[in-house]
C-alpha cells in the first residue's frame, strides 16, 4: 500500500512539473448526497471555476443534479442534469447525460478499478460540440490510509466530440475542399485525487486536473485546432490548462 501510495505522489509531481507552463486555474465546489431508497440517492452539487493566470476571473458556474443507482459492488449506474453558465455569455448551457461504471479489484486486492463510460446530450447553444462519449479509466487504493484517513486516486479521461458547430477546412492553396464538424477524440484529461473522509458525513477531495487537447485520429476535414486563411484565425483553438481544485463532499446516508 505505501508503494503504491508513493507511486501516487510521484505521478503527480512529475505530471505537474511536465505542465507548469500552462494556464492555471481554480475550481471549489460543494455536493450533498442523500439516499432515496436502498441503493438509490439523489446529489446536488454546485462548482465555481477561476482563472489564476487571469487575476482570478470568474470563469463559469456550475449546477449539477443526478441520480445514482448502485446495482452491485461492481456496477453502478448514474443520470442527471447539469447547467453551466459561464460568466463571459448571456445564457446557460444545459447537459444531461447518463453514465455506467465497473469496477474491480486488481493488484493483489488492493487497488480498485473503475472504467465508465458517460453518453452527453448538450443544448443548442454549446457550439463546440453537441453530444459526446466521455470514456474514464481510475485506480484508487480500496482500503483507506491511516494517514488522515486519505483515499489517493489517478484518472484518465479522454472526450469523443460529436456535432457543434462546422468548421471550413482549406487546403495548402487556400481553397476551400469541406465544411464539417470536428468529430472524434479531442481532450484528455488526467486528474490525480486525495479524498480524505473527515466523518461519516464529511469528505473533501483535493485534486489536481491538466486539460489536454489534440487530434487524435482525426481526418484532415475532422480536427480542431485549424488555420483559417480566409479570416486569418486559427478556428477551435486547443484548450490547455491545469486546474487545482476543491470539492466538499456531505453524505446525509447515515441520517436515514
Do not use: C
Not at 449506474?77 to 469496477?103: D, H, M, W
Not at 479531442?186 to 485525487?193: E, I, K, L, Q, S
Amino acid at each position: 500500500m505505501k508503494k503504491v501510495t508513493l507511486l501516487i505522489i510521484i505521478t503527480a509531481f512529475t505530471t505537474i512539473n511536465s505542465y507548469a507552463q500552462r494556464e492555471w486555474k481554480n475550481w471549489y465546489g460543494i455536493t450533498v448526497q442523500v439516499p432515496v431508497v436502498k441503493k438509490l440517492d439523489v446529489q446536488l452539487g454546485h462548482t465555481r471555476a477561476y482563472n489564476l493566470s487571469d487575476k482570478y476571473r470568474n470563469e463559469f458556474n456550475q449546477t449539477a443534479f443526478q441520480f445514482r443507482y448502485d446495482h452491485s459492488r461492481r456496477w453502478d449506474f448514474s443520470t442527471g442534469l447539469q447547467i453551466i453558465k459561464p460568466v463571459s455569455a448571456t445564457e446557460s448551457r444545459q447537459r444531461y447525460f447518463i453514465r455506467a461504471a465497473y469496477t474491480t479489484r486488481v493488484f493483489d486486492k488492493q487497488l480498485n478499478w473503475t472504467n465508465s463510460v458517460r453518453l452527453e446530450q448538450n443544448s443548442k447553444n454549446e457550439r463546440r460540440f453537441r453530444q459526446r462519449i466521455i470514456v474514464s479509466t481510475r485506480l484508487a487504493t480500496r482500503k483507506r490510509l491511516e494517514f488522515l484517513n486519505l483515499t489517493p486516486s489517478v484518472m484518465y479521461t479522454m472526450f469523443y466530440n460529436i456535432g457543434g458547430s462546422p468548421i471550413r477546412y482549406y487546403d495548402a492553396n487556400s481553397v476551400l475542399i469541406d465544411t464539417d464538424t470536428p468529430d472524434g477524440f479531442h481532450r484528455g484529461r488526467f486528474t490525480v485525487n486525495l479524498n480524505s473522509k473527515i466523518n461519516d458525513y464529511l469528505r473533501l477531495n483535493l485534486y489536481f486536473m491538466t486539460q489536454t487537447e489534440f487530434n487524435f485520429l482525426s481526418s484532415s476535414t475532422n480536427k480542431m485546432n485549424v488555420y483559417d486563411p480566409v479570416r486569418k484565425r486559427t478556428l477551435r483553438p486547443f484548450d490547455n490548462f491545469n486546474v487545482i481544485g476543491a470539492t466538499l463532499n456531505v453524505s446525509l446516508e447515515e441520517l436515514f
